[in-house]
């Protein structure tokens, strides 16, 4: 039943591509040692087994041409390979993340190692305190990455090119990023933060202890905010710095500035918001105002520089936007206030007009009765 839904029963090959024997014969000796039967297949020769086909170019583009044929090469160079190679049978093989007879392409939803699935796969091994005990590796990534923002992003967003645990640690070739690597890894998304922080003070004060992960953490990366530079509760610049450095003093004023800019985006926004409400045209000054909120993000990004003259550039270009939109917004208000008096002004006059119309015709209608 499983292997009727599995890729390889669908591409036409039978039981005895894997365990061997004749599937032509329909006597016992279809499943003899000189047919080829295997039977049962130790986990050992797992990975050998699956790259008799998978390793094969020739072989695998009569099915799928793009298929990558190098996994097995891939496995060897992994903690999983080394440690099979090794004698120890407990590491992960093929099956354990693809799985036995009901093997799904990676972009089937219900396969095992489609994106959405990878880190449940990872954690069947990684989450078990006992058996990663005899590694001294922590079993708690899975519950980290769980309260991740790529976590977030992949599983609750539906955002397939998030980071699972395959993105940073590779996939045949799984392997734990080096200190010195974490960057790397990093940045193949964080292409502009990685340029900044390379330029930065703070590249060669880091570069024992991990870079990104120093101040973002691993598996449990929580999304980023305004709380987590200055000398609030949450900062992570009081980790290293005290109150007096130039750093802390740097990282405090930074937090100010930001918490400015946020503030006077958010006064522009609603003084338009007042105008467009009282039936104002301001749909230019909104348009400019994203401009601010791009220079606000802007900033942020810049804080990986650690150069306070590059944030503040940013912040300057987002205050002088938000101020700008703001005093339309101000003439904006201005305007509906000088049309709303004048309007109430007309409206006076003629009610008065009104008024003078119906005495004059009370007027005629009296003579006319005498």
């Not at 972009?107 to 069947?124: E, Y």
């Amino acid at each position: 039943d499983q292997y009727a839904k599995d890729i390889h029963a669908q591409k036409g090959l039978t039981c005895a591509a894997c365990h061997g024997g004749d599937p032509t014969d329909e006597s016992p000796d279809a499943m003899s040692k000189a047919k080829g039967f295997r039977g049962h297949i130790d986990r050992k020769q797992v990975p050998e087994l699956c790259a008799k086909c998978h390793s094969d170019g020739t072989y695998m583009r009569q099915y799928n041409p793009s298929l990558r044929t190098d996994e097995l090469s891939q496995y060897k160079t992994s903690v999983h390979g080394k440690r099979l190679a090794a004698g120890d049978s407990n590491v992960a093989v093929c099956t354990d993340c693809h799985g036995l007879h009901g093997i799904r392409p990676a972009s089937d939803p219900r396969s095992k190692v489609h994106p959405l699935n990878v880190a449940d796969t990872c954690s069947r091994c990684h989450s078990d305190r006992d058996r990663m005990k005899a590694y001294k590796i922590g079993s708690e990534q899975f519950a980290g990455y769980g309260a991740s923002v790529h976590h977030e992003a992949l599983a609750k967003r539906g955002d397939l090119s998030a980071p699972t645990c395959t993105t940073c640690h590779g996939n045949h070739g799984a392997a734990p990023p080096g200190v010195a690597s974490v960057e790397n890894v990093c940045s193949t998304c964080h292409a502009f933060q990685a340029q900044l922080f390379d330029n930065s003070p703070h590249k060669a004060v880091m570069a024992g202890s991990g870079g990104c992960i120093t101040c973002h953490s691993n598996h449990r990366i929580a999304h980023p905010s305004d709380d987590l530079i200055g000398d609030g509760k949450q900062s992570l610049c009081t980790n290293c710095h005290s109150q007096g450095d130039a750093g802390l003093t740097m990282a405090v004023k930074t937090a100010t500035r930001f918490h400015e800019l946020e503030q006077a985006i958010a006064h522009s926004d609603e003084l338009l918001k007042r105008a467009a409400d009282g039936g104002m045209e301001v749909s230019q000054a909104n348009l400019d105002l994203v401009s601010a909120r791009d220079a606000l993000t802007k900033a942020r990004v810049t804080v990986h520089s650690f150069q306070s003259s590059a944030i503040e550039k940013d912040v300057d270009e987002g205050m002088k936007i938000a101020h700008k939109t703001a005093e339309a917004g101000v003439k904006a208000l201005h305007e509906r206030d000088y049309r709303r008096a004048g309007l109430g002004f007309s409206l006076l006059a003629i009610v008065a007009v009104l008024f003078g119309l119906r005495l004059a015709i009370k007027e005629v209608e009296r003579e006319k009765q005498q």
